[in-house]
């Protein structure tokens, strides 16, 4: 995966709650093949609707989504996380996402921005008077827009995979000093449990 500390990119708004992962991706689409992409499908039906803001050229080649809370809830397919990451996504901004959703972004590399309803408010009013670009930092937390500035969460774990580009297994080497010392330890107050 690719280290995610700094995103200066056009940002899309997406005024809308509950938005699922059979709305980012249907299920006719989810049989294909990873390697064939699932750019074309993301939002697919949502995307018919005129002056849908995904399809507003002034959106075109956005990394940033700021959306309104339950992003992603709903059933677990990894396919909504790949439909965002193919479409160039890289990053969705929202007060809540669905469990599931928000580790399989953190898997992918994809960071699922923690923003309370007010700060969302308020960068989806800032998208819609014409602002085009955010900047989030995840080294700081903070985004920005121009002299406009919010601050979102994401849990530390997380944070740190996306920090180092870790996956699940480069985060557990990370740990593997305390693995160490902790079976050194443990060897020593419970011998009768390695004397197989």
Known sequence: MEKFTRLTAIACPLPLSGIDTDQLIPARFINRQRSEGFAAYLLHDLRKEPGFPLNDPLRAGARIIVARRNFGGGSSREAAVYALQDYGIACVIAPSFGDIFASNAVGNGLLPAVASEDDVEAMLDTLSAGTTHLTVDLTECRINA???????????????????????????????????????????????????
């Open 146 to 196: 121009g002299n406009r500035a919010w601050s979102f969460s994401i849990d530390p774990v997380w944070r740190e995979k996306l920090l180092n580009g870790w996956d699940d297994l480069d985060f557990t080497r990370s740990l593997q000093p305390a693995i160490d010392a902790f079976l050194v330890n443990d060897r020593t107050q419970r011998p009768w449990a390695y004397s197989m």
